[in-house]
């Protein structure tokens, strides 16, 4: 299939599909199919800056704000965060690689009955009437022993998110669905949903990036993980694809990249670290001729770009970054180019503006509304 030939065409077609036109909350998760969530705020959590070009007067926070209204769940995926009810389904029953000892069943049974009484539990209201006192997480540090057993629960699909509290999981008991066939032709169907959802929100995919990423669905369905490598071969058959520069390039057989215009928008964008146009930093390499970093967790005397750094999008391409904090009512920024300069194009000052007066508003608050 010749429907792409040079990297120049594949990056445009990553941009345009990616950067739909702005519509409902509700419509923009579904088309996405899964929005990866992340808790730094800097100057907004990552699902907000993901969301903020994808619907129509987006505000920060919206997402938690209407997640009680909307048909999503939060939950692990291949990353963690929002995905679609139908999508979610698709996950359950899900079977953990490792069993729980007989004492955190116990505790596990006793936790959600606790929470059903309830309706919705936020973990402090758990951990005073338990008092499990504390565990070793993942970092090394020492967590909640409660919130550890509340997110294994949640994991193992027994409670779910019911909404958030200042950003704090009130969780509430997910009652069990009829579980789906378990012969291997709907394993099979399950699997290439699954495969396609991430396929739809990070293509064009390089032939490289395409098994490791398909390979993280063992973190959101660890019991059809055995199927994984199957399900490649058959979506390398069924997805579209190209050859470009000796690397082969998958999308959706239904997209067609010559009904993209040849025309890039006259606009600046400020991308979050984890937005499908940024997330597989193999392939923003390729599509950009240069490595973003994300820098959160580095030692501040190892930054290069600084602690969060948002990649520019001008026109078709990503040439630079920025550093936005809020102070008192006003937004500080500072940016950084591949090249060592701005471009001097009037018309690239008018956009970068344009985009900061966008973010400045997307910063405020409007509370009382219906869902954009």
Same mark, same amino acid.
């Given at each position: 299939?010749?429907?792409?030939?040079?990297?120049?065409?594949?990056?445009?077609?990553?941009?345009?599909?990616?950067?739909?036109?702005?519509?409902?909350?509700?419509?923009?998760?579904?088309?996405?199919?899964?929005?990866?969530?992340?808790?730094?705020?800097?100057?907004?959590?990552?699902?907000?800056?993901?969301?903020?070009?994808?619907?129509?007067?987006?505000?920060?926070?919206?997402?938690?704000?209407?997640?009680?209204?909307?048909?999503?769940?939060?939950?692990?995926?291949?990353?963690?965060?929002?995905?679609?009810?139908?999508?979610?389904?698709?996950?359950?029953?899900?079977?953990?690689?490792?069993?729980?000892?007989?004492?955190?069943?116990?505790?596990?049974?006793?936790?959600?009955?606790?929470?059903?009484?309830?309706?919705?539990?936020?973990?402090?209201?758990?951990?005073?009437?338990?008092?499990?006192?504390?565990?070793?997480?993942?970092?090394?540090?020492?967590?909640?022993?409660?919130?550890?057993?509340?997110?294994?629960?949640?994991?193992?699909?027994?409670?779910?998110?019911?909404?958030?509290?200042?950003?704090?999981?009130?969780?509430?008991?997910?009652?069990?669905?009829?579980?789906?066939?378990?012969? $291997?032709?709907?394993? !099979? #169907?399950?699997? +290439? &949903?699954? /495969?396609?959802?991430?396929? @739809?929100?990070? =293509?064009?995919?390089?032939?490289?990036?395409?098994?490791?990423?398909?390979?993280?669905?063992?973190?959101? $369905?660890?019991?059809? !993980? #055995?199927?994984? +490598? &199957?399900? /490649?071969?058959?979506?390398? @058959?069924?997805? =579209?694809?190209?050859?470009?520069?000796?690397?082969?390039?998958?999308?959706?057989?239904?997209?067609?990249? $010559?009904?993209?215009?040849?025309?890039?928008?006259?606009?600046?964008?400020?991308?979050?670290?984890?937005?499908?146009?940024?997330?597989?930093?193999?392939?923003?390499?390729?599509?950009?001729?240069?490595?973003?970093?994300?820098?959160?967790?580095?030692?501040?005397?190892?930054?290069?770009?600084?602690?969060?750094?948002?990649?520019?999008?001008?026109?078709?391409?990503?040439?630079?970054?920025?550093?936005?904090?809020?102070?008192?009512?006003?937004?500080?920024?500072?940016?950084?180019?591949?090249?060592?300069?701005?471009?001097?194009?009037?018309?690239?000052?008018?956009?970068?503006?344009?985009?900061?007066?966008?973010?400045?508003?997307?910063?405020?608050?409007?509370?009382?509304?219906?869902?954009?």
């Amino acid at each position: 299939m010749d429907s792409v030939k040079d990297l120049r065409e594949v990056r445009r077609f990553a941009v345009a599909r990616s950067l739909f036109a702005p519509t409902t909350l509700a419509h923009a998760v579904d088309r996405l199919g899964f929005v990866q969530a992340d808790p730094i705020r800097a100057p907004a959590r990552a699902q907000d800056l993901t969301l903020r070009h994808r619907v129509v007067g987006y505000r920060a926070g919206d997402l938690e704000r209407y997640y009680p209204d909307l048909e999503i769940e939060e939950d692990a995926f291949i990353n963690y965060g929002f995905l679609p009810r139908a999508s979610h389904a698709l996950m359950h029953p899900r079977v953990p690689r490792t069993r729980w000892s007989i004492a955190t069943q116990r505790r596990a049974s006793a936790l959600l009955e606790f929470v059903r009484e309830r309706g919705a539990a936020h973990p402090r209201e758990v951990d005073l009437h338990f008092a499990h006192g504390a565990v070793r997480n993942y970092w090394g540090g020492s967590s909640n022993a409660t919130t550890h057993l509340l997110d294994a629960m949640h994991y193992r699909g027994l409670l779910r998110v019911a909404r958030r509290d200042n950003g704090i999981r009130l969780y509430a008991v997910r009652e069990p669905s009829i579980a789906p066939s378990a012969d $291997a032709a709907s394993r !099979r #169907a399950r699997l +290439d &949903a699954l /495969l396609d959802i991430v396929v @739809r929100k990070y =293509a064009p995919l390089p032939a490289p990036s395409l098994a490791p990423l398909i390979r993280r669905l063992r973190y959101g $369905a660890p019991q059809l !993980r #055995a199927g994984i +490598d &199957a399900a /490649l071969g058959r979506a390398r @058959r069924r997805l =579209a694809h190209a050859r470009i520069d000796g690397i082969d390039w998958y999308w959706p057989a239904d997209e067609e990249p $010559a009904a993209v215009s040849s025309e890039s928008e006259e606009s600046v964008r400020l991308l979050a670290p984890f937005d499908p146009i940024v997330w597989d930093r193999a392939r923003f390499a390729r599509l950009f001729e240069w490595s973003y970093r994300f820098e959160a967790y580095t030692p501040i005397e190892k930054r290069k770009l600084g602690y969060y750094a948002l990649p520019l999008l001008w026109r078709d391409r990503v040439i630079g970054w920025a550093n936005l904090s809020v102070r008192g009512a006003g937004l500080a920024s500072d940016f950084g180019y591949v090249t060592g300069r701005a471009p001097r194009e009037r018309v690239f000052t008018r956009a970068l503006e344009q985009e900061l007066s966008r973010m400045r508003a997307f910063l405020g608050r409007r509370d009382g509304e219906t869902p954009p």
